[in-house]
């Protein structure tokens, strides 16, 4: 079974996704929220609203069933009106005691959010790629999907049902991987992995290398697996993915090495014979030309940063 690289790299980055909470307004309403320290995710579950995103010229609308991920570190405002003054959402929640809130009737409005947590480390494998924020709108190809995953989050959030904070962090996780998958399938422009994987031209290559990175991959077999001369793929395998394809694969090595490093024991010697390298040094060779430490620098390193959080 072919590997999906896709999968691979939200493994990698431990995305985790939670429901925070969320609020309904009526009438005139303007909430101004701080910027997020996490990548953030909301959707518009009942009417609509402005959305401001410090930075970003214009306000966007948001419909029944839009959807917003925002990766930079900017506060925003969700609005009934753009020119309407802003409360700060920090004082509402407070004010509220919970995690729900309510600004003037709640009768037009229905907002829920949460956040993507990712691991400190490889957590920029993804953070990289992203844009600063992805707009969704519920008339995209994947509305349906969306459409159901919002109305069971608004029930789960609403009902007193056993394990319903469990279900409410599944389906978290799902829409978070549906708004990626969106936004794959948009035009937009997009860096690294993440484009590559857009480009259905040169994903053969990347699942053999994600499926078995250790093997001695050559350009010829890569370029075999996508129909292509070695010229025209490597072409556009670095048009896609930024970085040459065993370029690409070194890197992918070094992300692994980095994660087993840091969660477990395993001697340098195996890690680098599970990665396909010759010997240990030629593996401590590559990863400190690749990360600036030796394998065991950095996993002394990533140990004490663990002790200290």
Request: some cysteine.
């Amino acid at each position: 079974m072919s590997a999906d690289p896709f999968s691979d790299i939200l493994q990698l980055t431990n995305a985790e996704s939670l429901m925070t909470g969320g609020f309904t307004a009526g009438g005139t309403w303007a909430i101004r929220f701080p910027a997020p320290d996490k990548i953030k995710f909301f959707a518009v579950v009942k009417g609509s609203c402005w959305v401001c995103i410090d930075g970003e010229a214009e306000p966007v609308r948001f419909e029944t069933g839009d959807v917003g991920l925002l990766t930079a570190k900017r506060s925003f405002v969700l609005a009934s009106d753009p020119d309407v003054p802003p409360i700060e959402a920090m004082s509402v929640f407070s004010r509220a005691k919970t995690s729900s809130a309510a600004l003037g009737d709640g009768n037009d409005f229905g907002h829920v959010g949460g956040h993507v947590l990712l691991d400190p480390a490889s957590g920029r494998l993804l953070l990289d790629v992203l844009p600063p924020w992805i707009h969704v709108p519920a008339a995209s190809p994947q509305a349906t999907t969306f459409r159901w995953l919002l109305d069971r989050l608004v029930e789960e959030k609403t009902s007193d049902l056993p394990g319903a904070s469990l279900v409410a962090a599944q389906l978290a996780q799902l829409l978070f991987i549906q708004i990626l998958r969106a936004h794959l399938k948009t035009s937009e422009p997009m860096a690294g992995w993440l484009r590559a994987l857009g480009d259905p031209r040169i994903a053969p290559a990347l699942r053999l290398m994600h499926d078995d990175p250790a093997r001695p991959w050559q350009l010829d077999e890569l370029a075999k697996a996508c129909a292509m001369s070695r010229t025209t793929f490597a072409f556009h395998f670095k048009k896609g993915a930024g970085v040459a394809p065993l370029t690409y694969l070194a890197q992918w090595r070094m992300r692994l090495a980095e994660r087993t490093l840091r969660e477990r024991n395993t001697p340098v010697a195996l890690i680098a014979q599970s990665l396909g390298y010759t010997s240990e040094s030629a593996f401590s060779n590559a990863f400190k030309r690749m990360t600036g430490q030796s394998p065991k620098a950095y996993r002394y390193a990533s140990r004490a940063v663990d002790r200290l959080s």
